[in-house]
């Protein structure tokens, strides 16, 4: 399975700060915001990543994550000129997706649980149609929202509507077999000339291959695309680390977890962090028997 992280857009609910650089590339608490996405692909064990974003950006993700190969990736760079949609990414990424299957994550998305893992890997096997996450909020008309019937299966997908039909708004993850390139290519704008993810969803569901994990309670999904938002995603990051004394999005961690990269990749890779808390955490995990990993 392929996986693309959307990290396009200016970040105008970001402005000022965004005039300098990408949205993307900005703090949650101790870490760029892009390794919080990233995670989530190679917690599922995707390891071919293309990463699409405005092209004067590009430059800049490859300062920070270069090919991916020393975490055991293989990541490239696509431009999305303007903002067209989140659909136009399986247009840009059709010869990188190929014949196979891709995974889409949103760049300013974080997701957290104890069994974060459990849940993705999966999904990393998933071949035949789409898989997406519906999540609980308080305000679901800012979302696409999952309609059920009286069974609890789904009917509808419904974009940012004036009465929800339910609380579970569809979150920035999806997996998706490879049709959806052909799907998203006869898709039409939608009245703000977007090609819309909620109506890729839409053709699988209508296909009876749209499947909903629900995200159960306890599992946190935040976004971060305004000023409090990223705000309230740094205290949530630091609050977690700090009780429990683990790294939320630690990449170095994930690739030696998932067994990307060696243990002495992972000494290698703490030393180039030495003289920070992230570094000190890195190498406490580099060290044999440590309790982190077991």
């Not at 459990?118 to 519906?134: M, N, R, S, Y």
């Amino acid at each position: 399975m392929k996986g693309i992280i959307l990290a396009g857009g200016t970040g105008s609910r970001l402005f000022p700060v965004t005039f300098a650089t990408c949205k993307q590339l900005l703090p949650i608490y101790d870490k760029p915001m892009i390794y919080f996405p990233l995670a989530v692909l190679m917690q599922a064990y995707i390891r071919e990543i293309l990463i699409i974003c405005l092209p004067k950006d590009i430059p800049r993700f490859q300062d920070l994550l270069a090919d991916g190969s020393h975490l055991g990736l293989n990541i490239t760079y696509a431009a999305q000129p303007e903002a067209n949609g989140i659909a136009e990414s399986f247009i840009i990424a059709e010869n990188f997706i190929g014949s196979d299957p891709v995974a889409l994550v949103l760049g300013d998305n974080l997701f957290y649980g104890h069994n974060i893992e459990e849940i993705l890997a999966p999904c990393q096997k998933h071949t035949d149609g789409a898989i997406v996450f519906g999540y609980h909020v308080q305000d679901p008309e800012r979302y696409g929202v999952v309609a059920f019937d009286e069974k609890r299966n789904v009917t509808n997908i419904v974009e940012k509507p004036l009465k929800a039909p339910s609380s579970y708004a569809v979150t920035g993850l999806y997996f998706y077999d490879a049709n959806v390139v052909d799907i998203a290519k006869q898709l039409k704008p939608s009245p703000r000339g977007e090609l819309e993810i909620t109506d890729v969803n839409k053709v699988y569901l209508a296909q009876n291959k749209l499947k909903v994990i629900l995200l159960e309670k306890g599992f946190a999904w935040l976004d971060s695309g305004t000023h409090a938002a990223l705000s309230q995603a740094s205290t949530y990051v630091q609050t977690i680390q700090e009780r429990q004394g683990i790294q939320i999005a630690c990449v170095e961690e994930i690739a030696y977890k998932q067994g990307f990269i060696d243990h002495s990749k992972l000494q290698a890779l703490a030393g180039l962090h030495a003289s920070s808390a992230y570094g000190a955490y890195l190498q406490s995990i580099a060290t044999p028997c440590n309790p982190v990993l077991n």
